[in-house]
């Protein structure tokens, strides 16, 4: 069956370092990977979209990866501040998507 | 602004009562969804629709059922049968097609408990 797993349920960093956040996902071949962040209490908001010909997608200070030999993605984000703290969740997705399948998700927390 | 509602915020169930969360959309899209949140477990799945009056059982169907008469409206019920229903309920939308390039849009949830 399908796994995603993401690394480590919390990472903790000071503010001004990069976070650097693992997807990796077993019996699948998604053709996207899709990146959320979640708020306590809050649904998820999607931040970035990366296809499978794509190695690496930009956004401010967000970088996403996609390296699909290794099946794997890394969300980094750099300069990190408080207000990235949250969960993280990757959901890879096949061309015909009819609905997303999540990770378990990551939490941040950047200490200033 | 356009966006997705979910009522109430927070819900108490009496053991062997059914309840009807609701979700409406007014971003015009032709897909929803329906995931249930525990601590530690991520998202699942427990149905999702790609057009009105049809929709198809996620992961963990058993114990809910939905209805979509209106493409705004994709309301969930927790039935007598969900054994252990106290979770965290989101609603999703997003464009319709088969592709996977489009994201979903959340709304924020509804916190379900048994009293």
């Known amino acids: 069956s399908q796994k995603i797993e993401q690394n480590s349920e919390a990472l903790n960093i000071q503010e001004g370092k990069t976070a650097t956040l693992t997807c990796n996902y077993t019996n699948y071949s998604p053709a996207y990977l899709q990146w959320y962040r979640q708020d306590p209490g809050r649904g998820p908001v999607f931040l970035l979209l990366i296809r499978e010909n794509e190695k690496e997608k930009r956004k401010e200070r967000l970088k996403v990866t996609f390296d699909t030999t290794l099946k794997q993605s890394l969300f980094h984000i750099t300069a990190s501040q408080p207000a990235d703290s949250a969960t993280y969740l990757c959901a890879p997705v096949g061309q015909a998507g009819t609905a997303l399948i999540f990770g378990k998700g990551t939490t941040l927390s950047v200490s200033s | 602004d356009g966006g997705i509602t979910q009522s109430p915020k927070y819900l108490f169930r009496k053991e062997g009562q059914n309840v009807t969360l609701s979700c409406e959309q007014n971003l015009n899209h032709d897909a929803m969804y329906w995931y249930r949140q525990d601590p530690g477990q991520g998202l699942r799945l427990i149905y999702y629709?790609?057009?009105?009056?049809?929709?198809q059982k996620g992961d963990i169907a058993e114990g809910y059922s939905v209805s979509r008469e209106k493409k705004e409206s994709f309301p969930l019920t927790v039935t007598s049968a969900q054994k252990n229903p106290t979770a965290f309920y989101l609603c999703a939308s997003r464009t319709g097609g088969f592709r996977g390039n489009q994201p979903q849009h959340f709304g924020d949830g509804t916190r379900l408990s048994i009293l």
């Open positions: 629709s790609q057009i009105v009056n049809d929709f």
